[in-house]
């Protein structure tokens, strides 16, 4: 890998750059109700509803956070409120980068074109953007792709407007459910793995480990 020098850097933005903040919203709104082993039941819940959601037609991300709280809601015992569900989603324009991830990405910028593939709509997307310290080549959305991520078509849609094929890219995320298991099936053989604790790992799928954004320059030799 580290002698690879992709054509772009493609990457998955919450979670992965941006502090991807949805338990901190579902303590914030049901924590006063929930002892904590609800509340750990309760967040494992709703990560796993927003997944659901999302592996069908595509439908707006306020939909998404929507269905998956209230489903949440519903196995969970707790009344369900329309309101906390704007709560939530106008929360992720605000999330900004984790700590390490300015400066890894600088470093990397400076020869190698960033590339985000988001599960985002276009309005809210440019402000994480934004925040996270470095020029990007190209922003993709669920929105342009009209599919989500874990789905093949939001990949195709990145690779047809990049004008690239699998074997071109690095691709970087910390999730195997929405990005590299994917990418494994497309044929994306050059994949990194950021090691944030949202999953155990999965050596099948044939990645680099790296425990933040700052392993990434030394991946591809920087």
Known sequence: MASFRPKYITFDCYG???NFQMAEAARDLYGEQLDEPRMQEFIKNFA???LDEILGDWKPYAEVVHNSLERT???NGIKFRDEAARVVYERVPTWGPHADVPAGLAKVA????LVILSNAMNSQIMSNVEKLGAPFHAVYTAEQAQAYKPRFKAFEYMLDMLGCGPEDILHCSSSFRYDLMSAHDLGIKNKVWVNRGHEPANPY???TEIKDISGLPGVVGL
């Not at 400076?110 to 074109?113: A, L, Y």
């Open 16 to 18: 992965t750059l941006t």
């Open 73 to 75: 809601c519903k196995r």
């Open 48 to 50: 796993a509803y927003r």
């Open 205 to 207: 799928y044939g990645y």
């Open 110 to 113: 400076r020869e190698i074109p």
